[in-house]
């Protein structure tokens, strides 16, 4: 079966979801239909299908038991309603703030490592400024995905990883020659505790990417 294109897949199936679970009134605590009875109902690939239900539970909205299959989730804490339709995006509006909260938690754990010799001279920064450098192969969320995690807030990063599955796929492409510069002078800056020279590079980096 031929997985429909990326963009967007998340929250399409997150509302397919939605609405099955109203139809068979599933209610908390009961058995989801398997991976496989979701994807052929769905009429999308398993492994969107996994994805999105990997996200979920990290939302608290359903529970993998193992061996066992997946159960919705008490609703005591959790609205499934209200938690999914805040993640669901109709408009231009709602996809800018996706993007600018994203970026504000990315420049947050950016000041994060500038302001702490540990982290700063961990060897991660100095083997990405190489493979930049010689133009081996990197994805830009790689190194995103790594400042999140140096960074050690466990809640932004959960956060985090949420927002960049509702943004574009950009993110996940590999690094351009015309990024490189300003690529260089961000993971330069961070190693030296440079905030403003590293922020300043991020976002004219984030520019670049847009372009």
């Known amino acids: 079966m031929e997985d429909k294109p990326a963009k967007k897949m998340f929250i399409q199936i997150v509302k397919q979801l939605h609405d099955l679970i109203e139809e068979q009134n599933i209610q908390e605590g009961q058995k989801l239909p398997s991976e496989r009875m979701l994807s052929e109902q769905l009429q999308v690939g398993r492994s969107s299908v ?75 920064w100095e083997s990405f400024f190489v493979k930049v450098e010689l133009g081996q192969e990197l994805k830009r969320e790689d190194i995103l995905r790594e400042c999140m ?30 990024e490189k510069m300003e690529l260089k002078i961000l993971l330069a800056s961070l190693q030296m505790g440079y905030i403003q020279e590293a922020i300043d590079s991020y976002e004219k980096w984030m520019i670049i990417i847009k372009e």
């Open 50 to 124: 996994r994805e999105a239900l990997r996200s979920l539970e990290l939302l608290g909205l359903i529970e993998t038991r193992h061996g066992g299959g997946t159960y919705l989730s008490s609703m005591q804490h959790h609205q499934f309603v209200e938690i999914v339709s805040s993640f669901i995006l109709q408009d231009e509006k709602s996809i800018a703030d996706v993007h600018a909260t994203r970026q504000m938690h990315e420049k947050e754990a950016i000041r994060i490592i500038c302001q702490s010799d540990n982290l700063r001279a961990l060897p991660i």
């Open 149 to 178: 995690i140096v960074s050690g807030n466990r809640l932004a990063l959960k956060i985090w990883l949420q927002l960049l599955s509702f943004s574009n796929n950009l993110s996940a492409n590999e690094i351009t020659e015309e």
